[in-house]
């Protein structure tokens, strides 16, 4: 184990919604590199409480990379400078000593800041709401073999269920688009044979209700670049397939009733 | 005064009792479901079932979460599978296999017909998780893949890669989603359970604290279900999520709901040791590497060699040698012990010699790299950013820690808590596991709970009810409850001492670990039940919560916490010295065979122990639950 040293931290403060908020510099003078990036917070807010100061507020909770709850932009990047990880998982290994790591929360139109660096992502559970779901009351399914699914369908379809609903991809669009959160959930239910009912009414209903929170797609692919468990962006052009198709199959099936 | 506990199990032959208890049970008709409003607490894999279940049902649904969303919930970090007796691979599985292995892996202190309920309607959960677009493994043809899980010799465990807790709670939260879509459920995000309240004798509803603008409010229902998680955190280091907590559980033990087997807690084999003192938690490393990695430590103490060089000659592979039936895939109480002994015994592995082997070096010689990757590749590759080493290349370290917790609300074969009208579901109960589970039992657990037990039983409790009035907010118990919740949290900014929550919850947590934790004496019991008290006496007047109550603070929702952890602890040591008998997880020193392993006490001890309060956690009263045992012959648990 070895330590770094002279660090200085520039954290995002801000009290409330309503306040502008500003950076405060905080020093750490040492810290271990096998601690990962929150545990150092964990240090820092432990000594902010000895000296009588209010603790920063962060969102965390399973520290293991698969909740999605830690969101921390580190030197500009959502979830920080290692690959595929999410700030959770990134350890002070991957810096050195004697530099400044700035500390901002995620910045989206569509997750307004609550408090220093935790931000409201609600809007990510209206998009599912609108229709990120496959209709099957509980007590009437069919035994699970009945529906076969192709190993190579399932696999590209945990591909995609494998989002943890983080919003980096989101706070790293130049747009604040949520494009990649969206089209991974419609790819992952829209290749199933379980959600082809439902298939192009989900697409239509999830697109438009992204649309109310988040801007629009210019193909930046910041958002995969980002994403701590490396969704391709090719959901996204599954989901555009199926909106499009979705905008004549929906009209459709709605004269006919 | 104890008292005998009545679990309501249905009279009977086991495998009968499931289906006479839904043929009596009283309903609600569909059309009158919507005039009862349920309180659900908890988002996770039992929450969300309930909730969504229940709204489909037709009940009108408010749920609760202290998370930012309900897919947040600490299900979603289970890893390995779930187990369910759909014998697909026609390996001898069956509902009363499943049910045996649970029983026996409990140790013989769980409820039968509670686990045989459970192991019946595990095959309904596969088939509703199938339907949600669980993306499970599949076989080339298409059907479904299994593994096998510790405790178990045949296959019966489901899984999606090293996911399975995230993909079925992405289900059952989207089922959830849909319900709330259609304003069938309210939502309470952010928002915390910090009292339940009781009058005439009912639950009539809860208190919350929004952890947004600390606003303190009542919420009334006919009847509440606590999905709240377990308690693992008390030991303050452990695999479950940074926020998990006893609250809800605690708060309802306080206002009469029994808390049973409290010292029933699971020590995880395989998580990664501790690496410094900033750390914060503990990885679990999935129970199913074990089904192809090789537990071992150096025969020779001190041994300093890389584990390459260390020949086979001089390797201890313990759980090969003492469990040959089982081997590496002993259950987790027994895996943990012996990796504690070795640890002990000065063949600890790893720069601080705090860990053991897990190698991976055969598996890849056997079934080549890409099958082993393509089984654990997001393990590996969470083990490597978390150690900075390469476990395809060095064995990976591995120790126990604390990861499950067994004792729970005690609740009827109804998942009544002793408070009529409050339930508890999920990791939070005591039912099903008895004094240690089997791993992949607990996805099953809470999802049986929830989505086929609780929206069974809770007709039978309401129909009475209907058009009946009901205490509504303005009843002076609510009021009462909230000015109570008030002053509390106005307590903790008001005391101003020096030491922050979490410098306490560390303390608190040394302690019980190291006297309630793996192996417990009564000596070491008797040292924790005079320190703790000590300790919670610091606590009082020595806290430091910074910032105010009226914004979001995260270090005053912690006090509240630890505060009730403290309260836990003293219930964990004094369930832990009377219980005089080693059993699954609880391991006491003075009651062991020659060859060291747990020596159970049927004639003493085979009942539950639910504990009274009484408004001090050390003078609580100890009521007993006798366990009978008509399906299943009490036999000596042995895996070897
Ligand atoms: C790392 C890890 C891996 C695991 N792997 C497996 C596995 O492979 N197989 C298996 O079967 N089991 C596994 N388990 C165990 C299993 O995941 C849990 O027991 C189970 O998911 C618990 O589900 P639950 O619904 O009871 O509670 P949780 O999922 O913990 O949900 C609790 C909910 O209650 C809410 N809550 C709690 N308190 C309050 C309050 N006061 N107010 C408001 N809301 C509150 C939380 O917000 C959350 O929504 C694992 C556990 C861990 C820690
Ligand atoms: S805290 Fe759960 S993903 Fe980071």
């Not at chain 1, 190579?152 to 604040?176: F, L, R, S, T, Y």
Request: proline residues 4%; charged residues 25%; glycine residues 10%.
């Amino acid at each position: 184990m070895t330590h770094l040293t002279n660090l200085t931290l520039k954290i995002w403060r801000q009290s409330g919604p309503d306040d502008g908020g500003h950076f405060e510099s905080y020093k750490v003078d040492e810290i271990s590199d096998e601690a990962s990036f929150l545990e150092m917070l964990d240090v820092l807010n432990e000594r902010l409480i000895n000296e009588g100061q209010e603790a920063v507020v962060f969102d965390h909770d399973c520290r293991e990379g698969i909740c999605g709850t830690c969101s921390l932009m580190i030197d500009g990047v959502a979830h920080g400078p290692q690959r595929g990880t999410a700030t959770c998982q990134l350890h002070m290994r991957k810096f050195t000593s004697n530099v400044e790591i700035v500390v901002e929360p995620w910045r989206a139109t569509g997750f307004p800041i609550i408090k220093d660096l935790m931000t409201d992502r609600a809007a990510l559970d209206r998009i599912v709401e609108a229709g990120g779901y496959i209709t099957a009351p509980t007590g009437g399914a069919p035994d699970a073999n009945l529906i076969p699914v192709a190993k190579p369908v399932a696999d590209a379809a945990m591909d995609a269920a494998e989002c943890i609903g983080c919003g980096a991809c989101v706070a790293a669009c130049p747009n604040g688009a949520a494009n990649l959160f969206t089209g991974a959930k419609i790819t992952h239910l829209n290749l199933l044979p379980q959600g082809q009912a439902e298939r192009f009414s989900r697409a239509e209903a999830m697109v438009e209700k992204m649309e109310e929170y988040f801007g629009s797609c210019t193909n930046h692919g910041e958002c995969e670049a980002a994403c701590p468990k490396s969704i391709s962006i090719d959901v996204i052009a599954l989901m555009n397939a199926d909106y499009l198709k979705s905008k004549i199959k929906n009209r459709k099936s709605l004269s006919r009733t | 005064m104890s008292v005998d506990l009545v679990s309501k199990t249905p009279e009977g032959p086991i495998a009968d009792k499931w289906e006479s208890y839904k043929e009596d049970a009283k309903l609600v008709n569909p059309n009158n479901k919507r005039k009862f409003k349920v309180l659900v607490i908890g988002t996770g894999l039992a929450g969300a079932s309930a909730a969504a279940t229940l709204a489909e049902l037709g009940y009108q649904v408010d749920a609760f979460t202290f998370h930012d969303s309900p897919r947040r919930a600490h299900s979603i970090a289970a890893q390995g599978g779930i187990n369910a007796a759909k014998n697909y691979h026609y390996d001898g599985d069956s509902v009363h296999r499943l049910f045996y292995d649970t029983v026996k892996g409990g140790d013989f202190r769980s409820r039968e017909s509670n686990v045989h309920r459970l192991a019946e309607v595990s095959v309904n959960i596969i088939d509703q998780m199938v339907a949600q677009g669980v993306p499970f493994a599949r076989e080339y043809g298409g059907m479904l893949d299994n593994r096998s899980f510790g405790g178990a010799q045949v296959s019966r465990t489901f899984y999606a890669r090293g996911q399975t807790g995230q993909q079925l709670l992405l289900g059952a939260y989207q089922q959830l989603a849909r319900q709330i879509g259609l304003g069938n459920v309210r939502l309470f995000n952010r928002v915390e359970l910090i009292d339940t309240v009781v009058i005439d004798g009912k639950c009539a509803g809860i208190v919350t604290r929004d952890l947004i603008n600390g606003e303190i409010q009542s919420h009334a229902g006919h009847a509440t279900v606590l999905c709240t998680g377990g308690y693992g955190n008390a030991f303050f280091l452990s695999t479950n999520a940074m926020n998990c907590n006893v609250t809800a559980a605690w708060r309802a033990h306080q206002r009469g709901a029994y808390f049973a087997n409290p010292c029933y807690t699971q020590i995880h084999p395989t998580c990664i040791p501790q690496s410094d003192d900033t750390q914060s938690k503990l990885t679990l490393m999935s129970e199913s590497l074990r089904n192809d990695g090789r537990v071992w430590v150096p025969k020779t103490p001190g041994d300093e060699r890389p584990a390459a060089q260390i020949p086979e000659p001089e390797r201890d592979y313990y759980l090969e040698r003492m469990y040959p039936s089982y081997g590496n895939l002993a259950p987790r109480d027994i895996a943990s012990r012996a990796a504690k002994r070795a640890v002990d015994s000065g063949r600890g592995v790893g720069p601080l010699k705090n860990g053991v082997n897990l190698d991976f070096a055969d598996s890849i010689g056997r079934l080549g790299r890409d099958v082993v990757e393509e089984r654990y590749g997001n393990l590996f590759e969470m083990y490597e950013r978390i150690t900075g080493e390469n476990p395809y290349q060095t064995p990976m370290r591995i120790y126990p820690a604390s990861h499950y917790t067994m004792g729970g609300l005690w609740v009827d074969y109804e998942l009544m808590t002793t408070i009529p009208g409050l339930y508890c579901a999920g990791e939070a109960n005591f039912s099903d596991h008895g004094a240690n589970r089997l791993g992949a039992s607990a996805l099953m657990q809470g999802l049986a709970d929830g989505y086929f037990v609780l929206p069974a039983t809770i007709g039978n409790y309401l129909a009475p009810m209907l058009n009946k009035p009901t205490p509504g907010l303005d009843h002076p118990e609510f009021k009462a409850a909230e000015a109570a919740a008030r002053a509390r949290f106005q307590g903790y900014l008001d005391i101003k001492g020096t030491r922050s929550p979490d410098h306490f919850h560390r303390e608190l947590g040394k302690i019980i670990w190291d006297y309630c934790g793996m192996e417990r004496t009564e000596q070491g019991l008797e040292k924790a039940l005079s320190e703790l008290p000590a300790l919670y006496d610091e606590f009082k007047k020595d806290l430091r919560v910074t910032g105010s109550g009226a914004s979001t603070n995260q270090t005053l929702e912690k006090a509240g916490r630890v505060d009730d952890f403290f309260q836990l602890g003293m219930l964990m040591c004094r369930d832990a010295l009377e219980r005089r008998e080693s059993c699954g997880g609880h391991f006491r020193v003075e009651y062991q065979d020659e060859e060291g392993e747990a020596k159970r006490d049927d004639e003493h001890f085979a009942h539950v122990a639910a504990w009274e309060w009484t408004g001090d956690p050390m003078n609580a009263i100890r009521n007993v639950e006798e366990l009978d045992f008509e399906a299943v012959h009490l036999a000596t648990r042995s895996y070897k």
